[in-house]
């Protein structure tokens, strides 16, 4: 495990880039793989967390197993029963474009081997939808820390639509017989993208049409992907209805990670630095989080310049930030900034006032307990925080600096080691080593930007 070294007080400034999102990767390696002829992606994010899914759809697919495989590398995490085992991705060959061939929905075959998702519940929750439509039996696992994650949420509306699902008690290891599926309509209980996905890519293989209704909205990557593909998809708010269609290979440059970028804009407002971020995905159901952070005195501008598969993308510009103030996200809110609830904390730890997080209840789901992780580390950094059942409160006033731990969570390592920037005094943040999950580089490019860290 590796730590990093913080010393506050310093400025940042230039012009930077984040890697590829994680969301929207996860989905368009699954519709390369599933498209009939061949796809190039570009900007394909090396994070470990994508490279998941590329291994396991290399095990379903003879046409693009090759190139899936060689993406991927071998050098992920595998589920040695610690959840901790982030290798570095430097480790790695450093492409992120990709050619996929796909044969087609009816190309895939039964895996020789077990699935394995490593750290990642989108690549189990969303995989488990494909391979509901495979007649055949796979078998999903993963780390540790993803076979606490329930499962069984993705379970109900597959066997719904006619696959065998089994779950090792709501959790993974997942038993999937696939095939003969039918379309249904779907009320998702807990709003969650995963889950709707999940659905709508079964649905891709499913007689009929299949309608997925959510009750808050969440991020919509899945059917904006399928609308630019030209699928016979109707998305309006709270419900999405798709009629099975077979798609082609496509083109695509994956945009820059906003949820990645979240850590730099908040790292900005922190040192009261201006900051630009280039090529970043601006779809509105993942800019709340600039909303939020407006509302605590975080001026942003969004210039979206050109669309890659139906996704906006464009320059994201910070503004020097005069000083922090806390706020409400209330219960409805909350889901369109589920990822970017650790920073924002964090964030909050430095502002006036306190930020109340409302229903923030899912964040227990995470890949730690995010509510009990943020508590621990805004007090181990000398801040205020408090678990109050569903929701989690947040003190201002700024934060001494100290040790904290990550708790094995990318998001988490991130968020402390930006509030850190701001601390009073120097501190050192364990667990760095996991940003490699969602930010592959995330400490060269704070490095970059000036910040005064060092790995230890
Ligand atoms: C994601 C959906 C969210 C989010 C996760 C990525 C996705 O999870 O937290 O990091 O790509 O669909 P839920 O669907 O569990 O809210």
């Known amino acids: 495990m590796s730590a990093l070294l913080v010393e506050?007080?310093?400025?940042?400034?230039?012009?930077?880039?984040?890697?590829?999102?994680?969301?929207?990767?996860?989905?368009?390696?699954i519709l390369a793989t599933t498209a009939r002829g061949s796809s190039r992606l570009v900007e394909v994010p090396r994070s470990l967390d994508v490279r998941s899914t590329a291994a396991c759809l290399a095990q379903v697919s003879t046409t693009a197993r090759a190139a899936l495989e060689g993406w991927a590398g071998n050098d992920r995490a595998e589920p040695d029963g610690h959840g901790s085992t982030w290798n570095r991705g430097d480790a790695a060959p450093p492409e992120r474009s990709l050619e996929v061939e796909g044969g087609g929905h009816d190309s895939l075959t039964a895996p020789a081997r077990e699935l394995n998702c490593g750290n990642s519940a989108t690549s189990m929750r969303l995989l488990a939808g494909v391979a509901a439509g495979i007649a055949a039996r796979s078998i999903l696992t993963g780390d540790e820390s993803l076979r606490r994650r329930p499962m069984e949420r993705a379970a109900v509306p597959l066997r719904a639509m006619g696959a065998g699902v089994d779950t090792t008690g709501g959790?993974?290891?997942?038993?999937?017989?696939?095939?003969?599926?039918?379309?249904?309509?779907?009320?998702?209980?807990?709003?969650?993208?995963?889950?709707?996905?999940?659905?709508?890519?079964?649905?891709?293989?499913?007689?009929?049409?299949?309608?997925?209704e959510e009750p808050a909205g969440t991020r919509d990557h899945t059917e904006r992907a399928l609308a630019a593909l030209g699928g016979p998809?109707?998305?309006?708010?709270?419900?999405?209805?798709?009629?099975?269609?077979?798609?082609?290979?496509f083109t695509g440059t994956v945009p820059g990670d906003l949820s990645s970028a979240a850590f730099l804009v908040a790292a900005a407002a922190l040192t009261g630095s201006a900051l630009t971020i280039t090529g970043v995905g601006l779809n509105p159901s993942r800019t709340r989080l600039?909303?939020?952070m407006g509302r605590m005195g975080v001026q942003t501008t969004q210039h979206v310049d050109h669309e890659e598969l139906?996704?906006?993308?464009?320059?994201?510009?910070?503004?020097?930030?005069?000083?922090?103030?806390?706020?409400?996200?209330?219960?409805?809110?909350?889901?369109?900034?589920?990822?970017?609830?650790?920073?924002?904390?964090?964030?909050?730890?430095h502002a006036t006032g306190e930020t109340w997080f409302l229903g923030a209840a899912e964040l227990r789901l995470k890949e730690s307990d995010r509510i009990a992780a943020l508590v621990a580390g805004v007090r181990a950094l000398g801040g205020r925080a408090q678990d109050e059942g569903p929701d989690l409160v947040v003190g201002g006033g700024g934060l001494?600096?100290?040790?904290?731990?990550?708790?094995?969570?990318?998001?988490?390592?991130?968020?402390?080691?930006?509030?850190?920037?701001?601390?009073?005094?120097?501190?050192?943040?364990?667990?760095?080593?996991?940003?490699?999950?969602?930010?592959?580089?995330?400490?060269?490019?704070?490095?970059?930007?000036?910040?005064?860290?060092?790995?230890?």
């Open 8 to 29: 506050p007080g310093t400025r940042l400034s230039g012009v930077t880039r984040v890697p590829g999102d994680k969301s929207i990767a996860h989905r368009w390696l």
């Open 171 to 212: 959790c993974a290891p997942l038993t999937i017989r696939g095939g003969g599926l039918r379309g249904i309509l779907y009320r998702v209980p807990i709003a969650s993208a995963q889950v709707k996905s999940c659905v709508l890519l079964a649905g891709l293989f499913a007689e009929g049409v299949t309608v997925v």
């Open 233 to 249: 998809v109707v998305a309006e708010p709270g419900r999405v209805s798709l009629q099975p269609f077979q798609h082609v290979g």
């Open 290 to 292: 600039l909303e939020v």
């Open 310 to 349: 139906g996704e906006p993308v464009g320059d994201l510009e910070v503004e020097a930030c005069a000083g922090l103030i806390g706020t409400r996200i209330e219960a409805a809110e909350l889901p369109l900034v589920i990822d970017e609830v650790p920073i924002l904390a964090l964030l909050a730890a």
């Open 400 to 456: 001494s600096g100290g040790h904290a731990s990550g708790s094995g969570d990318h998001r988490m390592a991130m968020a402390l080691a930006i509030a850190a920037l701001a601390a009073r005094g120097p501190s050192r943040i364990d667990g760095i080593e996991a940003a490699e999950v969602s930010f592959p580089g995330f400490v060269p490019t704070l490095h970059g930007l000036g910040a005064r860290i060092e790995e230890a």
